[in-house]
């Protein structure tokens, strides 16, 4: 476990945005255009004034376009060395021993930027997304549902990382808005599916990462070479229209009940912000396949404690409705990438891959609403006597996800959504 570090210009010790985190984002203002900014407790450092500022030293003698970007993807492909450098840069000019940016109190108005005064944006572009099914208890919990709970698993699960190919245009911020989609839906006892707008929407807890190095088209990767491409993590709320869902699934897979809307954090939190919250994963039996398989000793779960709550149309409360951890999953996210790499597929930088639906074994970590009510049997009973069994227009999710041990926080901030009524 790493040290506390302590810093001329403190932050509570209950914010997500410490100086052991400072996750990466894409922000503007009123008087400049979108750019790179790190954050940090409830302000934003501007890296474009640093670098103009001299304080980055050899970090700085990149062209200016690196930072005065509106996306993380350039920064992505200078590598992980360079990343960790800039960090470890950072987290010195914020260190209580080091005066170069703390003596400089003229310089502290224009690095320094308040949350309140600026706007964030999607924070890199993203080429392709690839959405996992990697929680145990979640799949057993959804195959119980539809299929036979004794044998909910299909034969494949304990094999392979299950995934598919999602929709990555229709990826927003969490503070975007998203409307109630419509679709074909099969109602009861009807022979004849209706176009109309979904009666189940739902989200998805979820955590997702970022791939910061591409490979060429047939190349495959090593689980050796995967921490040279994880730049870092994000919230991640796969919405769905389960009714759309049911319909449409058979025989292929997720479309049009999931392409509507999926919603991410702003800030990326970087692999070495989580690095001393790493642990052990589950005993995977039967044994994987040999490309699958981790190094000795390395650990590629997180310890990261997950939450999501509701406020529905009307309240002015927050009513937290499910508590998970990223550790819940069964695959880990090595073994996600290398399995997206093995049959050859090239991997861009920005590519999202996003861990499926996370949930615990007890009925207070289900991460969706189709598992929490056990689609509509079981209607949830919320403040003041209302229940819900889906979201409601009007409804506003809210996500969070945070860690912390020894004095140490890093967390993700919050991303929270309004459902709007179908167009």
Same mark, same amino acid.
């Given at each position: 476990?790493?040290?506390?570090?302590? @810093?001329?210009?403190?932050?509570?010790?209950?914010?997500?945005?410490?100086?052991?985190?400072?996750?990466?984002?894409?922000?503007?203002?009123?008087?400049?255009?979108?750019?790179?900014?790190?954050?940090?407790?409830?302000?934003?450092?501007?890296?474009?004034?640093?670098?103009? =500022?001299?304080?980055?030293?050899?970090?700085?003698?990149?062209?200016?376009?690196?930072?005065?970007?509106?996306?993380?993807?350039?920064?992505?492909?200078?590598?992980?060395?360079?990343?960790?450098?800039?960090?470890?840069?950072?987290?010195?000019?914020?260190?209580?021993?080091?005066?170069?940016?703390?003596?400089?109190?003229?310089?502290?108005?224009?690095?320094?930027?308040?949350?309140?005064?600026?706007?964030?944006?999607?924070?890199?572009?993203?080429?392709?997304?690839?959405?996992?099914? @990697?929680?145990?208890?979640?799949?057993?919990?959804?195959?119980?549902?539809?299929?036979?709970?004794?044998?909910?698993?299909?034969?494949?699960?304990?094999?392979?990382?299950?995934?598919?190919?999602?929709?990555? =245009?229709?990826?927003?911020? $969490?503070?975007?808005?998203?409307?109630?989609?419509?679709?074909?839906?099969?109602?009861?006892?009807?022979?004849?599916?209706?176009?109309?707008?979904?009666?189940?929407?739902?989200?998805?807890?979820?955590?997702?990462?970022?791939?910061?190095?591409?490979?060429?088209?047939?190349? $495959?990767?090593?689980?050796?070479?995967?921490?040279?491409?994880? +730049?870092?993590?994000?919230?991640?709320?796969?919405?769905?229209?389960?009714?759309?869902?049911?319909?449409?699934?058979?025989?292929?897979?997720?479309?049009?009940?999931?392409?509507?809307?999926?919603?991410?954090?702003?800030?990326?939190?970087?692999?070495?912000?989580?690095?001393?919250?790493?642990?052990?994963?589950?005993?995977?039996?039967?044994?994987?396949?040999?490309?699958?398989?981790?190094?000795?000793?390395?650990?590629?779960?997180?310890?990261?404690?997950?939450?999501?709550?509701?406020?529905?149309?009307?309240?002015?409360?927050?009513?937290?409705?499910?508590? @998970?951890?990223?550790?819940?999953?069964?695959?880990?996210?090595?073994?996600?990438?290398?399995?997206?790499?093995?049959?050859?597929?090239?991997?861009?930088?920005?590519?999202?891959?996003?861990?499926?639906?996370?949930?615990?074994?007890?009925?207070?970590?289900? $991460?969706?609403?189709?598992?929490?009510?056990?689609?509509? @049997?079981?209607?949830?009973?919320?403040?003041?006597?209302?229940?819900?069994? +889906?979201?409601?227009?009007?409804?506003?999710v809210i996500m969070r996800a945070f860690t912390?041990?020894?004095?140490i926080r890093v967390g993700f901030g919050e991303?929270?959504?309004?459902?709007?009524?179908?167009?």
């Open positions: 476990m790493n040290k506390p570090l302590n @810093s001329w210009r403190p932050v509570a010790s209950h914010h997500d945005f410490s100086i052991h985190n400072l996750p990466f984002g894409i922000f503007s203002t009123d008087f400049r255009d979108p750019r790179i900014g790190i954050a940090y407790g409830d302000e934003i450092i501007d890296l474009m004034v640093l670098f103009e =500022s001299g304080l980055l030293g050899d970090l700085g003698e990149q062209d200016l376009a690196l930072y005065y970007s509106d996306k993380l993807n350039g920064l992505m492909e200078e590598g992980k060395a360079y990343r960790v450098a800039l960090r470890d840069r950072l987290q010195e000019l914020l260190s209580t021993d080091c005066q170069d940016l703390q003596e400089d109190t003229a310089l502290h108005s224009e690095v320094f930027v308040s949350m309140a005064n600026a706007k964030m944006h999607l924070p890199f572009h993203i080429p392709n997304y690839t959405d996992f099914y @990697s929680s145990e208890q979640h799949a057993i919990n959804v195959g119980s549902m539809f299929r036979d709970p004794d044998n909910a698993l299909l034969p494949n699960w304990k094999h392979l990382p299950v995934g598919y190919h999602g929709r990555a =245009s229709s990826i927003r911020l $969490g503070s975007d808005a998203v409307r109630r989609p419509r679709g074909q839906v099969l109602a009861l006892r009807e022979d004849i599916p209706k176009f109309q707008p979904t009666d189940k929407l739902d989200f998805e807890l979820e955590m997702a990462f970022v791939n910061g190095k591409k490979t060429a088209l047939g190349a $495959g990767l090593s689980m050796d070479a995967v921490e040279e491409h994880i +730049f870092g993590f994000v919230l991640f709320n796969d919405w769905s229209a389960r009714d759309i869902q049911k319909w449409e699934y058979v025989p292929l897979g997720p479309f049009l009940g999931k392409s509507f809307a999926s919603s991410i954090s702003p800030w990326v939190v970087t692999l070495e912000a989580l690095e001393p919250f790493r642990v052990a994963g589950p005993q995977q039996e039967p044994p994987v396949a040999d490309y699958l398989q981790h190094p000795p000793q390395k650990k590629y779960h997180f310890d990261l404690q997950l939450e999501v709550a509701l406020r529905v149309k009307g309240s002015d409360k927050d009513e937290v409705i499910c508590r @998970s951890n990223y550790q819940h999953l069964y695959w880990s996210i090595a073994q996600q990438l290398v399995h997206q790499a093995s049959n050859g597929c090239n991997l861009e930088v920005g590519d999202l891959y996003a861990s499926g639906t996370i949930s615990g074994e007890n009925e207070g970590s289900f $991460g969706s609403l189709l598992e929490l009510s056990w689609n509509g @049997s079981k209607p949830l009973q919320l403040q003041n006597g209302v229940k819900r069994t +889906f979201l409601e227009d009007g409804d506003v912390q041990r020894d004095g991303i929270r959504t309004e459902i709007l009524p179908a167009n």
